[in-house]
T-cell receptor
């Protein structure tokens, strides 16, 4: 079983601060995804990274895939209360038939 | 757009009862999957299907059965509910690199 560890588990910050969430594994993934989940809802895909070293930007969110395709990070610039939620990373195995999720980072941004 | 529809949204079962969680998608995706989400453990894959007539086990398949008779539907059956199966269940469809999730079924087994 491929494992993904996310850190930190919980993060509470003030509006306007920057933050980084990490997703690490000892396994190589063919691709890695980041999802955001709000209470009572299913996860919603934010981004997919495929190539080692790839960087993708989505407004104030920057996603990076490690060179060895074992880890990833999510950086949020100038966090806003609307960013509050559970952030999940997920990796696709090399066979392409299974998605493994990390434990999640619960983010709270206070106004 | 309906996307992925799960029913019911909430369910309480007694230990030993059986039930089926329904999942339907209208996006013509070949790949569908079931996850359970428990506090602090992210989502764990129960079963998945790469197309009609084909199913396979995920990380935590014990106590659950699935079938895939059509592209649209992927029901999850609990054979004999146990308190350890209390969880939130999510169905997803899509490509391996882009999963679309339903709103979840919150199941409590007493």
């Amino acid at each position: 079983t491929q494992l993904l560890e996310q850190s930190p588990q919980f993060l509470s910050i003030q509006e306007g601060e920057n933050l980084t969430v990490y997703c690490n594994s000892s396994s190589v993934f063919s691709s890695l995804q980041w999802y955001r989940q709000e209470p009572g809802e299913g996860p919603v895909l934010l981004v997919t990274v495929v190539t080692g070293g790839e960087v993708k930007k989505l407004k104030r969110l920057t996603f990076q895939f490690g060179d060895a395709r074992k880890d990833s990070s999510l950086h949020i610039t100038a966090a806003q209360p609307g960013d509050t939620g559970l952030y999940l990373c997920a990796g696709t195995n090399n066979a392409g038939n299974m998605l493994t999720f990390g434990g999640g980072t619960r983010l709270m941004v206070k106004p | 757009n309906a996307g992925v529809t799960q029913t019911p949204k909430f369910q309480v079962l007694k230990t030993g009862q059986s039930m089926t969680l329904q999942c339907a998608q209208d996006m013509n995706h070949e790949y569908m999957s079931w996850y359970r989400q428990d506090p602090g453990m992210g989502l764990r894959l129960i079963h998945y299907s790469v197309g009609a007539g084909i199913t396979d086990q995920g990380e935590v398949p014990n106590g659950y059965n699935v079938s895939r008779s059509t592209t649209e539907d992927f029901p999850l059956r609990l054979l004999s509910a146990a308190p350890s199966q209390t969880s939130v269940y999510f169905c997803a469809s899509g490509r391996y690199t882009e999963a679309f999730f339903g709103q979840g079924t919150r199941l409590t087994v007493v």
